[in-house]
């Protein structure tokens, strides 16, 4: 660590990971300092960011909107971008790397930063789903470290700090239960986005909001434990917990179980990565366990939500299977918010672009991304096909 503090790039510096990243920043002070901010198409916001942080450099998605940024930052390297994205991932001289990305654009950016033997704080699960096995290579071989932010992950690392992965028997993912706990899938037929987006407990971007109302992103975060741990994919085990107080559970052989409980505010795990193993006080309300009274842990209902199902079906099959399931869903939200398809479509788009896929290795960067774009070419296709039929009429 320099004198000046760790310094830090944050990418998806203006969606919802990146608000509480400058958030946690603002209270740790001088121990850290911002030295790259990206953003997709909120320029002005990013703008107005990096006249407050004074950054070495940004990045932003259109390239043609560059010299407008440039005029407004004097004396900041302006990226564009995914050639950017990478670059800015990589800067020279930063510690730090916030991942506060949504979806595939992940990938590049993640595996150069660890390549470049950057600390990435990992908000941005799809690489990991991808890629999983290039990622945790790229961290190895750069002699970087991936740190879990997604809470769930984040408190399953807290609660292993200083265990080994043959003392656990199980990991107990905690599930908020979604928008829809307790729905049958007839009620589900005519869900709207709207009724997607209202999510119980967290506020986060549109994608992974409806992905929770599915379950897919809980199915996600399987896979992310499964890689993130290094314990088998039915080891993984998913409990519904709707006070989203417990962020997740580590089983060990002994048959003791650590929890990690808090708020549902992403600061918390935000501030563990970046101030690990040391803890500072955090900028929000404790959590008051008498107040909230009781906990609840049920079964997922997995007939309701079969997008779980899919996803262990995924891991288990390894290889390109996850980064196919991973790229049809995103088509399949996207339609979803759209208006193009039904919300129990997502499912059935799902299931049948990795039905439709035979699975390969995925062992190097080409390899993954053309199962990507396979993956968005088959969902494309059956999105174009559920389109004109009734929705919810499919399994
Ligand atoms: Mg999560």
Avoid at 236 to 261: C, P, Q, T, W, Y
Avoid at 285 to 304: K, Q, R, Y
């Amino acid at each position: 660590m320099s004198m000046a503090g760790k310094r830090v790039v944050i990418l998806g510096a203006t969606g919802s990971i990146g608000d509480t990243t400058f958030r946690v920043l603002d209270n740790l002070g001088d121990e850290f300092r911002v030295v790259g901010l990206s953003a997709g198409d909120r320029v002005e916001q990013l703008v107005r960011r990096a006249r407050a942080c004074k950054p070495e450099a940004v990045c932003i998605a259109d390239g043609a909107q560059v010299e407008g940024v440039r005029s407004q930052l004097p004396g900041v390297r302006v990226l564009s971008g995914p050639e950017g994205l990478s670059q800015l991932a990589a800067l020279d001289g930063a510690d730090v790397v916030v991942n506060g990305l949504v979806g595939a654009v992940g990938l590049r950016p993640t595996l150069e930063a660890l390549k470049a033997g950057k600390t990435v704080a990992m908000a941005n699960k799809e690489p990991l789903v991808m890629a999983g096995g290039l990622v945790l290579q790229a961290a190895a071989e750069g002699g970087g470290a991936l740190l879990p932010v997604d809470s769930e992950p984040n408190a399953m690392w807290q609660c292993l700090r200083g265990e080994s992965a043959s003392a656990v028997r199980s990991l107990f993912l905690t599930a908020s239960g979604g928008a829809f706990r307790g729905w049958t899938r007839e009620q589900m037929i005519t869900v709207t986005p709207a009724q997607a987006l209202d999510h119980p407990t967290w506020r986060m971007g549109s994608k992974i909001t409806v992905d929770c109302a599915t379950l897919m992103n809980k199915g996600f975060e399987v896979i992310e434990a499964s890689l993130l741990f290094d314990v088998d994919i039915d080891q993984v085990k998913v409990v519904v917990h709707r006070e989203s107080v417990v962020h997740s559970m580590v089983e060990f052989v002994d048959g003791a179980i650590l929890a990690h409980l808090g708020k549902t505010d992403m600061s918390l795990p935000i501030q563990y990565a970046l101030t690990h193993p040391k803890r500072r006080p955090a900028p929000m309300d404790t959590l008051d366990l008498v107040g909230l009274g009781a906990l609840h842990f049920e079964e997922p209902d997995l007939l309701a939500f079969p997008a779980l199902e899919l996803c262990y079906e995924a891991g288990r099959t390894g290889g390109t299977a996850p980064a196919v399931l991973n790229a049809a869903d995103e088509v399949a939200v996207e339609g979803f918010l759209r208006g193009e398809i039904g919300f129990l479509d997502i499912h059935e788009v799902n299931r049948h672009t990795l039905g439709a896929h035979i699975p390969g290795p995925a062992d190097s960067l080409a390899e993954v991304l053309a199962a990507d774009e396979e993956g968005r070419r088959l969902a494309r296709e059956h999105v174009t096909v559920v389109r004109g039929m009734p929705s919810g009429r499919a399994t």
